[in-house]
């Protein structure tokens, strides 16, 4: 107990640098927090994804469409359960900094595959029933105001012309990994207007989604999907839903490994502000130790106060910068809701805080402890400030 | 009565470890200010070579990039025919309808793919960038299964070397040239006979035209009529407005990430460098007192701990530099969000650069370093004296 206090009384010694101290390692903490939480909203996709779909593209790339004949045959491969398909459609509503993802899909099949969107059942029959309703989801919704029965309108850009479409549903997600920022509709819809304005791209899908009875056999199902299609116009690609989404963070691999990176080096700049501070201090207590060491005081004790220390300024800048990162990361999923519709911060990221926290207590205790601790009686006795 | 530069400098040299440590703080702040720096201007010179002023880029109106666009073959050849397209020396339109698609191609290395944009020119497309060069091998035949590969994709995907083969759309295209386009978005592309490809991938649209102006001057009233044409869907663009549009997202995006980080880390930096100049003041306070006894001013007395904390900068800025400067050695290469395709692009170092971030240095030491310099020239004389 009474270390405790001695740890209390000689880190606020000189308040002002212990206050800048815990300061610079709030601010290291919140940017760390904030920047590993980035990281994880980047995975959202991945993590979101369930075992139990697989998805099915062009195998030259997305933007190549699959018939729509193809369903039947996909069907008819031994372990699949449901087959859905859509189309990415890329439309802007009013302007293109609205950015909001949108999809044409086919409603029965998409809402069996996906459970975790949940849509009260009388929206669902609504949307079901309105060729061109769509459902949105519940952040989208409050974003731009809209509510059940609104007209919205959209740009195409992949699809050209305007497309008005009704609000008939707002999703919510089964838990805080869904994405709620999305915008279905009809398939059909699409499919129709294409076939009067450009027949040639009509009855054209840009993916499917299939349901398989069994996760394990995956790699299978997916072996005689391709098989099927091999040497036609438009061999497939099947894989699963995680390694789907993994092949977009893949893509943008070289941003997500400098956020990374950062995060470190931020880790690493505290690490040295507070490794100077403990060096200060340390030089300047020289003398004290000498004369805790002729009162018979061993190295660890000497060691211990250094450390204890440390450990509690940097503990205490944790704390705070920890407390700051949740509604940091709030204002920031508000703000940035277009880029990062999944936001916020994990238990692993708060784990990951402290251990950087204990990490730069430690280091920057060590090199100050280690002269402390060897220096002789009289030369420490002997040395001014 | 001015206290020695020298003075300052040996201070810091006194304290050898503190230095270094403050000074390590502030270089990493300072490599990080370069690098965003970098970046943001090797991005910007990639998308500003890639077009040239006096070409224009139609594309299928409300797309937003080559990729989604399709032009109709009657579409195309009308645009041919407009009187602002330049004439050649050989008594051609300098004009060319291409097909521009995105096809996935595993990097070498690993078995991850990326999407590369494969590009089928025209006989016009080379000689209206002159930014491309063929550096090996020789252009593709017409009408054969032959392609040439930018020199960045040649170097990262597999199968796109020289000799080499790509399977895409049930044929074997062989790699029979690299061309270089320096720094700009071209390197990443894949060019083929436009018709061969659109044979290929099953289009019967092209994705844009190109062509040069005769008159650059020309271009706002060929943009008024042309997109009031009722018998054309399509929108015009200069060349290099079209290539700056297609990167500002991602230009955005990179400056706020880059904006926000710096200002966090130079908080933590300067942060760093208060507490080692206050610390300075502290264990100075005698030997503050003695300078004033001795007749220094209070004027010379900030000014020497200013020029210290800004030395400490100075230390830091250049050591972030210095090694900020190996940066160009890299060659970033993502997924630019709007094209979905692959851009690569490297750091470059500019004079500007340079300043920007040796001042950037100097501010942080001055920040650090005003308030304990105001407190060390404020001390009284004799209670600077008593302390021991």
């Known amino acids: 107990m009474g270390l405790l206090k001695l740890f209390l009384r000689n880190a606020f010694r000189h308040k002002l640098r212990t206050g800048l101290t815990v300061l610079g390692i709030t601010i290291a903490i919140l940017a760390f927090g904030m920047l590993r939480t980035m990281v994880n909203a980047w995975y959202a996709g991945v993590e979101a994804s369930s075992a139990n779909r697989l998805v099915i593209r062009n195998a030259i790339s997305l933007v190549f469409p699959l018939p729509l004949a193809y369903k039947d045959k996909i069907r008819q491969v031994s372990g699949v359960t449901l087959v859905s398909w859509g189309n990415w459609f890329g439309g802007v509503y009013i302007e293109e900094k609205n950015f909001f993802p949108n999809f044409a899909v086919d409603p029965r099949s998409f809402l069996a595959l996906y459970p975790e969107y949940l849509i009260p059942d009388p929206q669902k029959a609504a949307f079901f029933g309105d060729r061109k309703g769509a459902v949105v989801g519940k952040k989208l919704a409050d974003k731009f105001g809209w509510k059940v029965g609104d007209t919205v309108t959209l740009k195409g850009t992949i699809f050209p012309g305007n497309w008005e479409f009704t609000v008939r549903g707002i999703y919510r997600g089964k838990d805080r990994s869904v994405d709620e920022t999305q915008f279905f509709f009809h398939w059909e819809y699409l499919d129709e207007t294409m076939k009067k304005t450009a027949p040639r791209r009509a009855g054209q899908v840009g993916y499917y989604i299939i349901g398989i009875a069994n996760p394990n056999l995956a790699g299978e199902v997916s072996a005689a999907i391709d098989a099927a299609f091999k040497n036609s116009l438009a061999e497939t690609l099947t894989e699963t839903e995680k390694a789907f989404q993994m092949s977009f963070v893949s893509m943008t691999e070289a941003i997500l490994i400098a956020i990374q990176l950062v995060s470190i080096v931020i880790i690493v700049i505290i690490m040295a502000v507070v490794a100077n501070t403990m060096a200060m201090t340390a030089r300047e207590r020289i003398g004290e130790y000498a004369v805790f060491k002729t009162l018979g005081f061993g190295g660890w004790f000497i060691a211990g106060l250094i450390f204890g220390e440390s450990l509690f300024i940097s503990l205490l800048g944790t704390a705070i910068g920890i407390g700051l990162t949740f509604p940091a990361a709030e204002a920031f999923a508000d703000y940035l809701g277009t880029y990062f519709p999944i936001f916020f911060v994990e238990r692993e990221t708060v784990l990951m805080d402290l251990a950087a926290g204990v990490l730069v207590g430690v280091v920057a205790a060590l090199f100050p402890t280690w002269r402390a601790v060897n220096i002789r009686i009289a030369e420490g006795l002997r040395r001014i400030g | ?388």
């Open chain 2, 1 to 388: 009565m001015r206290v020695p530069v020298s003075y300052s400098f040996r201070n810091l040299w006194t304290r050898r470890l503190t230095t270094i440590l403050t000074a390590a703080g502030m270089a990493l702040v300072v490599f990080v200010f370069a690098a965003i720096l970098m970046l943001a201007e090797g991005l910007q010179k990639t998308l500003v070579e890639t077009g040239s002023w006096d070409n224009v880029v139609l594309i299928r109106k409300g797309s937003q990039s080559e990729v989604q666009s399709g032009i109709e073959r009657l579409q195309a050849s009308i645009l041919e025919t407009q009187p602002e397209v330049a004439v050649g020396a050989d008594g051609r339109r300098v004009l060319a309808k291409e097909v521009v698609v995105l096809i996935s191609l595993p990097r070498r290395g690993t078995d991850k793919p990326s999407n590369v944009i494969i590009r089928g020119i025209g006989d016009q497309s080379m000689a209206m960038r002159p930014q491309v060069r063929l550096t090996e091998g020789r252009m593709p035949r017409r009408g054969s299964a032959e392609i040439l590969a930018g020199a960045s994709v040649a170097q990262r995907f597999s199968g796109a070397g020289i000799g080499e083969t790509l399977r895409f759309g049930m044929r074997d295209w062989t790699v029979v040239g690299i061309f270089d386009a320096g720094s700009t978005g071209f390197s990443s592309e894949i060019w083929g006979d436009a018709d061969q490809l659109m044979q290929t991938f099953r289009r019967q649209a092209y994705s844009s035209v190109i062509f040069r102006l005769s008159d650059p001057s020309a271009f706002d009233a060929f943009k008024a009529r042309v997109e009031s044409d009722p018998r054309l869907t399509v929108e015009a663009k200069r060349e290099t407005r079209f290539y700056a549009d297609q990167s500002e997202v991602m230009a955005k995006f990179l400056r706020i990430l880059g904006m926000s980080l710096t200002i966090i880390f130079s908080l933590g930096a300067v942060i760093g460098a208060m507490i080692t100049m206050y610390a300075a003041v502290a264990n100075r306070t005698a030997e503050i007192g003695t300078l004033r006894a001795l007749g220094f001013q209070r004027r010379s007395i900030l000014a020497a701990f200013l020029v210290e904390s800004l030395l400490l900068g100075l230390i830091g800025g250049a050591a972030g530099l210095f090694f900020a400067s190996f940066l160009q050695l890299f060659t970033i290469s993502t997924l630019n969000f709007q094209t979905f395709s692959e851009l690569a692009f490297s750091f470059t170092l500019t004079a500007g650069i340079v300043w920007q971030a040796l001042l950037f240095s100097l501010v942080m030491g001055f920040v650090g370093g005003v308030l304990p310099a105001l407190r060390a020239s404020r001390m009284k004389i004799v209670d600077a004296l008593r302390t021991t």
